[in-house]
């Protein structure tokens, strides 16, 4: 399985996986639209990423969740009718969403905020 | 399938605004007449939508004579403006009314399925379906390109789990769009008897098969079958979370998925909808002795260890989103996958069963005598094919088994059926035949008021005794809770607009178990609020489950716990969320005020809706028979001695009960005095003037009718 995994211990909180994230799926620096969050509020800072657990998969009621060959959950915006019933259930909060937009979004293991890390505290990993 | 166009109207598509269309689809299925109606503002403010529009325009189409098998009899559907969301739970539901084969007057069903939301969608507020078709027809909305089409219907299977796939795969624009498809039929049964039902499908991504949830209560299949109509079609395909336009979809969102974190993190320890629906019931009502026994002698029996809901949970596939409309994370409408039935037509064949749920699980199980869980299943999926109502079915079907086991019956009036309590074979039998239009199954499915005739006419019963064990108020049979301890809930059943269905109170734990409305000023207040709050549910397109059978984790420290505070604060914004418009608490029970008001001046209309049609059963009330006060006669001495103050020992049993009703029948009329004054009627149960105005009822069309009862 294809997962972002997170070293929290080697974090140093500059929150630059939320920019490179946002970024690329948004095209706006915004934490509120990263699939990646940083909580510098402890010691080491909490890192809350998508674990590809598939919980919200058996939830989803239109099949927009499926998992990838890799093992990734995907969403399948077209069919999506933004219930967030995924967020409901998603075990560890990283199903994630901006109220008032159509569709939920998530970690999809792309990797993009690993070459943004400074100090390799995220890392793709085949489990 | 080989069908000929009998008559097509084109419309103009345009998005819901703030949860409305502002416009009906009424469709004369005699004259092929098909027309767009606008909605009023007057509509919107004083009957809101979903079951305030079927209403109103019933009373539109409708005469003062009309039967349910006249052709201006109408069958309305409606939505209402919160129907459709999908950001929270329970948000899906179609109210179904039409003047009732068993009652004569007004029926309402509240029920899920994907065709009130797609409805909704494709254009309209409510569907509004009248006169007779002399050959059979389907109605068609395509909510895609705006057409409406009546179609010819020579289809030979008209049974609910077959027909409604066959629909959705004849309508459907590609196999992988069988989503956006859904089905309005019934079944067999309802070309023959009265207690039947309308099924409203939906398509199981999942299992790949069509679901189906019911509107139950009230013969509406009869009405569907003898309009010509063999099924309503719709098709939608554009569903996003907007659809239905809100005002401001943040807090729509935000309160949606408060309620799924909630749930997600209370139902286990809570009501297990996940797991069980609300079959979770069976034991708790039979601990509390309230689950339905023997055509409602006992509410508790060793046997219902049964029905224990661990073995429908054994049954349920688990794991499924098993919600009847998108959005909703209750997800209580569990399925039994690769069932092979044992008997009729469709024996050894895997069929998907929709439920037990409760009441089904009640009424044609335990109330009958049936604890083999199995049984209730098969019971369950012939009822919902052959578009037979599980309830009616159960308490109907109850009666004549204790008419069977006190020789009123036998099998030489049964056709050779042994309706001795627990015979499944001849339940099922019963509904065979009820599917076929034959056999002792006919008599059986005109219901208990007409059986209560029959056999007092045809074998020379006692009718006062047909009259004390037939469940049955205003014609319709009463749904599956013993209300024989709780004054409230003998109310709640009985001062049921449309007859005795719990869907307007449920007071029994508050009043038996808690004690929480001692008073009959206490009882007369829950007996105006919550029939009021629930009615809300029915003017909004809303389920009533996600209100209460889940609550907050602080729920139980809030001031008022049994109107569970939070979650109506979340209807109040969801409601202004979507439409914009103002509400608070107040302002949503005055809401259904006017509805409810509306809807008992129409049965009144139609001839029934007063102090006399408020009778309950004995049954419903005390015991009956000796065996019945034997089997908790301590209860029973008890209550002669603390309540009523007399010692009960040196009397006859025979002494002891009739004491014991002349009680209990004060009481029930004392709580009627004092509702009615709650709720603004006389002492004959007739709305007031005053009241009305009050209330904003006050049209001339419902003055009049009010004004020949009050002269």
Same mark, same amino acid.
């Given at each position: 399985?294809?997962?972002?995994? *997170?070293?929290?211990?080697?974090?140093? $909180?500059?929150?630059?996986?939320?920019?490179?994230?946002?970024?690329?799926?948004?095209?706006?620096?915004?934490?509120?639209?990263?699939?990646?969050?940083?909580?510098?509020?402890?010691?080491?800072?909490?890192?809350?990423?998508?674990?590809?657990?598939?919980?919200?998969?058996?939830?989803?009621?239109?099949?927009?969740?499926?998992?990838?060959?890799? =093992?990734?959950?995907?969403?399948?915006?077209?069919?999506?009718?933004?219930?967030?019933?995924?967020?409901?259930?998603?075990?560890?909060?990283?199903?994630?969403?901006?109220? =008032?937009?159509?569709?939920? #979004?998530?970690?999809?293991?792309?990797?993009?905020?690993?070459?943004?890390?400074?100090?390799?505290?995220?890392?793709?990993?085949?489990? | 399938?080989?069908?000929?166009?009998?008559?097509?109207?084109?419309?103009?598509?345009?998005?819901?605004?703030?949860?409305?269309?502002?416009?009906?689809?009424?469709?004369?299925?005699?004259?092929?007449?098909?027309?767009?109606? +606008?909605?009023?503002?007057?509509?919107?403010?004083?009957?809101?939508?979903?079951?305030?529009?079927?209403?109103?325009?019933?009373?539109?189409?409708?005469?003062?004579?009309?039967?349910?098998?006249?052709?201006?009899?109408?069958?309305?559907?409606?939505?209402?403006?919160?129907?459709?969301?999908?950001?929270?739970?329970?948000?899906?539901?179609?109210?179904?009314?039409?003047?009732?084969?068993?009652?004569?007057?007004?029926?309402?069903?509240?029920?899920?399925?994907?065709?009130?939301?797609?409805?909704? #969608?494709?254009?309209?507020?409510?569907?509004?379906?009248?006169?007779?078709?002399?050959?059979?027809?389907?109605?068609?909305?395509?909510?895609?390109?705006?057409?409406?089409?009546? #179609?010819?219907?020579?289809? %030979?299977?008209?049974?609910?789990?077959?027909?409604?796939?066959?629909?959705?795969?004849?309508?459907?624009?590609?196999?992988?769009?069988?989503?956006?498809?859904?089905?309005?039929?019934?079944?067999?049964?309802?070309?023959?008897?009265?207690? *039947?039902?309308?099924?409203?499908?939906?398509?199981?991504?999942?299992?790949?098969?069509?679901?189906?949830?019911?509107?139950?209560?009230?013969?509406?299949?009869?009405?569907?079958?003898?309009?010509?109509?063999?099924?309503?079609?719709?098709?939608?395909?554009?569903?996003?979370?907007?659809?239905?336009?809100?005002?401001?979809?943040?807090?729509?969102?935000?309160?949606?998925?408060?309620?799924?974190?909630?749930?997600? $993190?209370?139902?286990?320890?809570?009501?297990? /909808?996940?797991?069980? !629906?609300?079959?979770?019931?069976?034991?708790? /009502?039979?601990?509390?002795?309230?689950?339905?026994?023997?055509?409602?002698?006992?509410?508790?029996?060793?046997?219902?260890?049964?029905?224990?809901?661990?073995?429908?949970?054994?049954?349920?596939?688990? !794991?499924?989103?098993?919600?009847?409309?998108?959005?909703?994370?209750?997800?209580?409408?569990?399925?039994?996958?690769?069932?092979?039935?044992?008997?009729?037509?469709?024996?050894?064949?895997?069929?998907?069963?929709?439920?037990?749920?409760?009441?089904?699980?009640? !009424?044609?199980?335990?109330?009958?005598?049936?604890?083999?869980?199995?049984?209730?299943?098969?019971?369950?999926?012939?009822?919902? %094919?052959?578009?037979?109502?599980?309830?009616?079915?159960?308490?109907?079907?109850?009666?004549?088994?204790?008419?069977?086991?006190? =020789?009123?019956?036998?099998?030489?009036?049964?056709?050779?059926?042994?309706?001795?309590?627990?015979?499944?074979?001849?339940?099922?039998?019963?509904?065979?035949?009820?599917?076929?239009?034959?056999?002792?199954?006919?008599?059986?499915?005109?219901?208990?008021?007409? /059986?209560? %005739?029959?056999?007092?006419?045809?074998?020379?019963?006692?009718?006062? #005794?047909?009259?004390?064990?037939?469940?049955?108020?205003?014609?319709?049979?009463?749904?599956?809770? /013993?209300?024989?301890?709780? &004054?409230?809930?003998? =109310?709640?059943?009985?001062?049921?607009?449309?007859?005795?269905?719990?869907?307007?109170?449920? &007071?029994?734990?508050?009043?038996?178990?808690?004690?929480?409305? +001692?008073?009959?000023?206490?009882? $007369?207040?829950?007996?105006?609020?919550?029939?009021?709050?629930?009615?809300?549910?029915?003017?909004?397109?809303?389920?009533?489950?996600?209100?209460?059978?889940?609550?907050?984790?602080?729920?139980?420290?809030?001031?008022?716990?049994?109107?569970?505070?939070?979650?109506?604060?979340?209807?109040?914004?969801?409601?202004?969320?979507?439409?914009?418009?103002?509400?608070?608490?107040?302002?949503?029970?005055?809401?259904?005020?006017?509805?409810?008001?509306?809807?008992?001046?129409?049965?009144?209309?139609?001839?029934?809706?007063?102090?006399?049609?408020?009778?309950?059963?004995?049954?419903?009330?005390?015991?009956?028979?000796?065996?019945?006060?034997?089997?908790?006669?301590?209860?029973?001495?008890?209550?002669?001695?603390?309540?009523?103050?007399?010692?009960?020992?040196?009397?006859?049993?025979?002494?002891?009960?009739?004491?014991?009703?002349?009680?209990?029948?004060?009481?029930?009329?004392?709580?009627?005095?004092?509702?009615?004054?709650?709720?603004?009627?006389?002492?004959?149960?007739?709305? %007031?003037?005053?009241?009305?105005?009050?209330?904003?009822?006050?049209?001339?069309?419902?003055?009049?009718?009010?004004?020949?009862?009050?002269?």
């Amino acid at each position: 399985m294809k997962v972002l995994k *997170t070293y929290p211990e080697k974090c140093i $909180a500059c929150h630059s996986c939320e920019s490179a994230c946002s970024n690329l799926y948004f095209k706006e620096d915004n934490v509120d639209k990263s699939c990646i969050v940083i909580s510098d509020g402890s010691t080491p800072p909490n890192m809350n990423v998508c674990n590809q657990c598939q919980t919200c998969v058996a939830a989803c009621p239109t099949l927009a969740l499926s998992v990838s060959p890799q =093992g990734v959950v995907m969403l399948n915006k077209s069919l999506c009718i933004g219930c967030l019933m995924c967020i409901g259930v998603c075990p560890t909060d990283s199903m994630r969403t901006v109220f =008032g937009a159509k569709n939920p #979004f998530k970690c999809i293991a792309c990797g993009v905020c690993t070459k943004s890390c400074p100090t390799d505290a995220i890392k793709i990993v085949n489990d | 399938m080989n069908r000929k166009l009998l008559a097509e109207f084109k419309y103009d598509l345009a998005p819901v605004v703030r949860g409305y269309n502002r416009r009906t689809l009424y469709v004369n299925v005699g004259t092929k007449e098909i027309v767009s109606k +606008p909605v009023s503002d007057m509509m919107i403010d004083k009957f809101v939508g979903g079951k305030g529009f079927d209403l109103y325009l019933m009373w539109q189409g409708v005469k003062d004579d009309t039967k349910w098998n006249s052709p201006e009899n109408e069958i309305c559907i409606s939505f209402g403006p919160l129907c459709g969301n999908t950001s929270y739970p329970g948000s899906g539901k179609s109210i179904v009314t039409t003047i009732s084969p068993l009652t004569g007057i007004p029926v309402d069903c509240n029920v899920g399925g994907h065709f009130g939301p797609y409805a909704k #969608f494709s254009g309209w507020d409510a569907i509004e379906l009248q006169g007779k078709s002399e050959e059979d027809v389907i109605v068609y909305i395509d909510g895609d390109t705006g057409m409406v089409q009546i #179609f010819t219907a020579p289809d %030979t299977e008209i049974n609910s789990h077959i027909f409604a796939e066959e629909l959705i795969k004849e309508f459907a624009d590609s196999p992988d769009k069988h989503q956006f498809v859904s089905v309005v039929s019934t079944g067999t049964a309802a070309d023959h008897v009265n207690i *039947t039902c309308l099924n409203l499908s939906f398509w199981d991504k999942r299992r790949k098969v069509a679901r189906l949830k019911q509107a139950g209560r009230g013969g509406t299949g009869t009405v569907f079958r003898d309009k010509g109509i063999k099924a309503m079609v719709v098709k939608y395909s554009g569903l996003k979370v907007d659809t239905n336009n809100p005002v401001d979809l943040p807090t729509l969102q935000q309160t949606g998925l408060k309620l799924h974190k909630e749930i997600e $993190a209370g139902d286990a320890t809570q009501c297990h /909808m996940h797991e069980v !629906g609300t079959a979770h019931l069976m034991e708790i /009502m039979n601990d509390y002795d309230l689950l339905p026994i023997r055509n409602f002698k006992y509410g508790q029996m060793p046997e219902a260890i049964g029905l224990h809901s661990r073995e429908f949970t054994a049954l349920f596939t688990q !794991g499924m989103a098993d919600g009847c409309w998108y959005g909703c994370s209750l997800s209580c409408c569990k399925a039994v996958d690769n069932f092979k039935p044992r008997t009729g037509p469709y024996k050894g064949m895997p069929v998907c069963v929709d439920g037990p749920e409760y009441e089904t699980a009640a !009424g044609c199980g335990s109330n009958i005598g049936i604890f083999d869980p199995k049984d209730v299943v098969e019971i369950n999926f012939y009822c919902d %094919t052959y578009g037979v109502d599980t309830i009616s079915f159960g308490t109907s079907t109850a009666f004549a088994m204790e008419c069977y086991e006190n =020789g009123i019956l036998n099998k030489e009036r049964t056709g050779g059926l042994d309706l001795t309590w627990g015979n499944a074979d001849a339940a099922l039998e019963l509904l065979h035949q009820m599917a076929r239009g034959d056999g002792f199954g006919v008599t059986v499915g005109k219901g208990v008021r007409v /059986m209560k %005739t029959l056999f007092a006419e045809e074998y020379g019963a006692d009718p006062n #005794f047909l009259q004390d064990i037939g469940m049955e108020a205003k014609g319709l049979e009463y749904s599956q809770y /013993m209300s024989k301890e709780s &004054l409230a809930q003998q =109310g709640g059943y009985t001062l049921a607009l449309k007859g005795p269905q719990h869907d307007e109170a449920w &007071l029994i734990f508050m009043d038996m178990v808690n004690n929480h409305i +001692p008073t009959f000023k206490d009882k $007369a207040e829950a007996l105006h609020y919550f029939p009021m709050f629930r009615t809300w549910f029915g003017l909004q397109g809303l389920c009533k489950l996600p209100w209460n059978d889940i609550e907050p984790a602080n729920n139980a420290e809030t001031d008022e716990p049994a109107k569970v505070p939070e979650h109506v604060q979340n209807y109040v914004d969801i409601y202004k969320a979507i439409t914009g418009k103002p509400m608070d608490k107040h302002m949503l029970v005055r809401q259904s005020e006017r509805v409810y008001n509306f809807q008992k001046v129409f049965c009144m209309r139609m001839g029934k809706g007063r102090r006399i049609d408020d009778v309950p059963p004995y049954r419903a009330v005390g015991p009956v028979t000796e065996e019945e006060y034997l089997s908790r006669v301590e209860r029973y001495d008890g209550q002669l001695k603390d309540k009523i103050g007399v010692d009960p020992s040196g009397k006859s049993t025979a002494e002891k009960m009739k004491i014991l009703r002349e009680y209990r029948e004060d009481q029930y009329q004392q709580l009627i005095d004092a509702v009615y004054s709650r709720k603004g009627w006389t002492p004959e149960g007739v709305p %007031t003037v005053e009241h009305l105005k009050e209330i904003g009822m006050d049209l001339p069309e419902v003055l009049e009718v009010v004004n020949r009862y009050l002269k």
